[in-house]
């Protein structure tokens, strides 16, 4: 896997007007070859899939980041990672003035008609690392599912010098449990015979308790103290949906098209002899900290 930009890529990239930024970020990463790609570019191959298959964030979470972040209708937030703008899509509906950035040209032609016909959100086609900053322009920097793809040496950095005095850093994230016996030992042996360095713990599993996120706020010394919020919930999936939902993760993508293709066919298969469908417990995990002075 080709390997992310380095610093000095990324500053460079900071100072040259966007359509440049976008033309040489993907220079750097060739993402015309799936082997090569940085995963956080896999998802603008399969934007569609992704949109259909993804799930979006429980309300809850964001009645408790607009209480928090004390923001009102019209306050300027920036989303780091929009995707195909589920998040954002509730943002503008709670009348927040948005700027979503997304590497993923796909990504973004997804999340405007998403959003469509709104005229609360500008999308940029970037990675924050490369993002021209705006000094203090928003009231909340918000990641959803994207804070763990964010070179670490520059991501609280970036955040904290964006963000307004009293602004608020926002990260969340869903982490998906293991699906319930006797279907979890029944994909353990397709794993083991396909792929079975896909056996392990997601990277999602970076947004629990136990993650390093609540660490990382505070080694930045750039944010108050972390509040964090859980919400759990469940998923209903059949072959076909559960199928889909892991051909949008990056970790699948960068398999072999044909090797993917089997190991998805076999688990599809162990769905459907094991009753054909099935509820996942899933946690939804939030962040929450105050820029310092």
């Known amino acids: ?15 040259k007007p966007i359509a440049e930024v976008n033309r040489l970020q993907f220079k750097f990463v060739e993402v015309d070859q799936a082997p090569a790609m940085e995963q956080r570019f896999t998802f603008n191959t399969v934007a569609e899939l992704y ?6 964030y429980p309300q809850a979470l964001y009645d408790d980041l607009m209480e928090f972040a004390n923001l009102s209708p019209g306050d300027a937030i920036l989303e780091v990672g929009c995707g195909t703008g589920k998040a954002t899509e509730e943002f503008a509906r709670r009348g927040l003035m948005v700027v979503a950035l997304d590497p993923g040209p796909e990504m973004i032609a997804t999340a405007r008609r998403r959003v469509a016909p709104s005229n609360r959100v500008r999308f940029v086609q970037t990675t924050f690392e490369a993002w021209p900053i705006e000094p203090g322009a928003f009231r909340l920097v918000a990641a959803a599912q994207s804070w763990h793809w964010i070179a670490p040496e520059i991501r609280f950095n970036k955040a904290f010098e964006t963000l307004a005095p009293k602004g ?3 990260v969340f994230g869903t982490s998906p449990e293991p699906v319930p016996q006797p279907l979890r030992g029944a994909l353990e042996k397709v794993y083991s015979l396909h792929a079975p360095e896909l056996g392990g713990p997601p990277p999602e599993h970076a947004y629990l308790p ?3 996120f609540p660490g990382d706020f505070d080694r930045s010394g750039l944010f108050g103290p972390v509040t964090h919020r859980s919400y759990p919930w469940s998923r209903s999936f059949s072959a076909q949906s559960y199928v889909e939902y892991l051909g949008t993760v990056s970790r699948y993508q960068l398999l072999e098209e044909k090797r993917r293709d089997r190991l998805l066919a076999a688990i599809a298969g162990e769905i459907e002899a094991n009753g054909g469908a099935f509820d996942a417990p899933v946690e939804t995990h939030l962040y929450l900290a105050v820029r310092k002075a």
Do not use: F, H, I, W
Request: net charge neutral; no cysteine; charged share 15%.
């Open 1 to 15: 896997m080709t390997p992310a930009l380095n610093e000095g890529q990324m500053r460079a990239l900071s100072v």
């Open 51 to 56: 949109d259909q298959a993804r799930a979006g």
């Open 168 to 170: 608020a850093l926002a």
């Open 210 to 212: 136990g993650g390093p």
